[in-house]
Every structure is written in C-alpha cells, then in structure tokens.
C-alpha cells in the first residue's frame, strides 16, 4: 500500500472516532439527568 492510502485510511479512524464520541455526547444530552448518574 502507498502511505497515501494508509494515511486515508487512518483519517477515516478518527472521524469515525469523533462521529462516535459526537453521538456519545448527544445522546447523554438527551437523557434525563437521573439516566446520566448511572452510566
């Protein structure tokens, strides 16, 4: 592989990590302050 394809493809890590930690946050928004105590 060329380090382009590689450096893509890590690229593609970290957004899926930070669309991840994103949707982590907006759902821990939405619930309700007793459900965030628990988790």
Do not use: G
């Amino acid at each position: 592989m060329s380090s382009d394809s590689v450096l893509f493809q890590e690229l593609d890590k970290l957004e899926q990590n930070d669309l991840k930690k994103v949707a982590a946050l907006w759902n821990l928004s939405k619930l309700p302050y007793k459900e965030k105590i628990r988790m």
